[in-house]
């Protein structure tokens, strides 16, 4: 007759519920740390499941089996919680040397059980309650196996907690693993390894305490989320109730009680069924958006570390230009210098045509060069923050007849016609810098000779309110397109076709005047009927009252 107690139905309990806790778990074999817990757990359910078919046995022979496997199971237990502790809450850099030592040790001692006669089993009374008699020198070589294993657990656990003292997460992981397993460690301990060597009557208390580190570990694991116990907890608590109730309509004795029990096992398993279907998707969906959110977060990061180091680039790029600007304005303005003294004959009349149109040539490049180094100049400035501006009251009026007459030349040698026309009775008062100003109006008016290959130019100024006035730039030169005109004052920003007509355009000189204006409160725009139709230049500056 089987010897079905209180305590063996315990031990089944727990073997049932850990079995089917690692059986949740080591489904997901891609990662280490399931796989190792899982079979920690099992290690659990196997010790729990011989210490009750011992309980039961009334066999001197299958209780002999059951003690070794009993034994064999326990020995497992601080093998993988070993190998757990290697890969929590990271994995150890030597974690496959341990993993083949570890795995040899475990070999070693399970082999001299099952071997070796009398190893740690002298002898086994069969009674009321069944006991094993112990060889202790072999018996303390197991607590020795048992112990070491343990204490190198621990250390692997100290040593992270104290590897990871400036990570707040990491140390209340270890912390909660360390305390919450050593306690219900220390009482399995003690009363299936310390106890039975002077009494083996509670040899069944162990494997209820190793239940309690397989919770205080889930418990470590869903807090910290190292893995998705989620759809664990919904899964085992709806095995759990639908065991119960199951049970309970195995169990009674009443006919319409049991119909009404079958009828709620049938409810449950279906209710239970669907909400593990709702967590797994919840699960699956939350995953997913964890994962997409980490790439994001990493693209971010990548396009970040890209912005800054594009900032860093043009901060060089901008430092460079200023750097190549300032080192060729000293030798242009010495050209400019030389060929003015040579067209003045300050160093001798010039009689030879051919020489003076090549002078006039190196002149009117010498100034298109100065003009492109003044704009790269400009930019440099503008984009370091370092242009600065010298506001004084002045006459528009004067600034542009000065700019006329100094392009006069160049018009009359490109074959043009260039007017001005306002009112010399008014007066046309801004506030501005005048040199900045200068280069605005020559540099629009430059604009519309370099793309105005015949006609005229025609430059007037006048006061279209109390407020402002309007400087108007108009050609009959190569026109613009409609689609251009909207990005016509950016940098680098040229006409398709531009380059026949003028190739020393940069797409500079727009971006500077922009520019410029704006820090004057004025603004520039363009207007073009289209292409081969001419163009209108506009600037508007406020008037001081």
């Known amino acids: 007759m089987l010897n079905v107690d209180y305590k063996t139905i315990i031990l089944f309990t727990v073997s049932l519920i850990t079995s089917y806790l690692s059986f949740l778990i080591i489904r997901d074999r891609a990662k280490y740390d399931n796989m190792v817990f899982a079979l920690f757990i099992l290690s659990v359910s196997f010790w729990a499941l011989g210490v009750a078919f011992f309980n039961l046995s009334n066999d001197i022979v299958i209780s002999e089996y059951m003690v070794k496997f009993y034994y064999i199971a326990a020995a497992s237990i601080p093998l993988f919680f070993s190998l757990f502790s290697l890969s929590f809450p990271y994995k150890n850099k030597n974690i496959i040397i341990y993993q083949n030592i570890l795995i040899i040790a475990f070999c070693i001692i399970s082999s001299a059980i099952i071997f070796y006669p009398n190893f740690i089993i002298k002898n086994i009374i069969i009674g009321e309650h069944n006991k094993v008699i112990l060889d202790l020198k072999s018996y303390y070589i197991y607590i020795a196996y048992f112990l070491i294993l343990m204490i190198f657990s621990y250390i692997n656990l100290f040593r992270s907690y104290f590897l990871n003292r400036n990570n707040l997460e990491i140390l209340k992981r270890v912390r909660?693993?360390?305390?919450?397993?050593?306690?219900?460690?220390?009482?399995?301990?003690?009363?299936?390894?310390?106890?039975?060597?002077?009494?083996?009557?509670?040899?069944?208390?162990?494997?209820?305490?190793?239940?309690?580190?397989?919770?205080?570990?889930?418990?470590?694991?869903?807090?910290?989320?190292?893995?998705?116990?989620?759809?664990?907890?919904?899964?085992?608590?709806?095995?759990?109730?639908?065991?119960?109730?199951?049970?309970?309509?195995?169990?009674?004795?009443?006919?319409?009680?049991?119909?009404?029990?079958?009828?709620?096992?049938?409810?449950?398993?279906?209710?239970?069924?669907?909400?593990?279907?709702?967590?797994?998707?919840?699960?699956?969906?939350?995953?997913?958006?964890?994962?997409?959110?980490?790439?994001?977060?990493?693209?971010?990061?990548?396009?970040?570390?890209?912005?800054?180091?594009?900032?860093?680039?043009?901060?060089?790029?901008?430092?460079?230009?200023?750097?190549?600007?300032?080192?060729?304005?000293?030798?242009?303005t010495a050209m400019r210098g030389y060929y003015s003294m040579i067209q003045d004959g300050t160093f001798g009349k010039i009689d030879n045509p051919e020489i003076e149109d090549v002078i006039g040539k190196i002149s009117r490049s010498t100034t298109d060069l100065t003009m492109i180094v003044e704009d790269y100049l400009n930019i440099s400035r503008i984009e370091q923050g370092s242009m600065q501006y010298n506001f004084v009251t002045i006459d528009i009026a004067e600034i542009v007849r000065d700019v006329v007459k100094e392009v006069f030349s160049t018009v009359k040698n490109a074959g043009l016609e260039l007017n001005l026309k306002f009112d010399e009775s008014q007066k046309y008062k801004v506030n501005a810098d005048q040199g900045k100003i200068?280069?605005?109006?020559?540099?629009?008016?430059?604009?519309?000779?370099?793309?105005?290959?015949?006609?005229?130019?025609?430059?007037?100024?006048?006061?279209?309110?109390?407020?402002?006035?309007?400087?108007s730039i108009r050609d009959t030169g190569v026109g613009i397109k409609p689609s251009v005109i909207p990005q016509l004052f950016q940098k680098f920003t040229r006409a398709p076709d531009a380059s026949e007509t003028n190739i020393l355009g940069t797409g500079l000189g727009l971006y500077v005047v922009d520019q410029i204006l704006k820090a004057h409160d004025g603004r520039a725009w363009a207007e073009s009927e289209g292409q081969g139709k001419g163009s209108q230049f506009y600037i508007e500056l406020s008037l001081i009252k």
């Open 176 to 332: 909660y693993m360390s305390i919450g397993t050593l306690i219900p460690f220390l009482l399995g301990m003690y009363f299936n390894l310390i106890l039975p060597i002077v009494n083996y009557n509670y040899i069944w208390v162990g494997p209820i305490a190793g239940l309690i580190v397989v919770f205080v570990v889930l418990y470590s694991i869903q807090k910290f989320k190292l893995f998705n116990t989620k759809v664990i907890f919904a899964e085992f608590f709806t095995f759990l109730i639908c065991l119960l109730v199951f049970i309970r309509a195995v169990i009674t004795q009443d006919t319409n009680e049991k119909y009404m029990n079958i009828g709620m096992f049938v409810a449950v398993s279906i209710f239970g069924l669907f909400l593990i279907k709702s967590v797994r998707k919840e699960s699956f969906n939350n995953e997913k958006i964890k994962t997409l959110a980490n790439n994001l977060t990493k693209s971010n990061n990548k396009l970040e570390d890209a912005n800054n180091h594009l900032k860093e680039l043009d901060q060089k790029k901008s430092e460079f230009m200023s750097l190549a600007t300032h080192q060729l304005r000293a030798p242009l």
């Open 438 to 471: 200068k280069q605005v109006i020559f540099n629009i008016i430059d604009n519309s000779i370099k793309y105005t290959p015949k006609g005229s130019i025609n430059v007037s100024i006048e006061k279209i309110s109390s407020k402002n006035v309007r400087i």
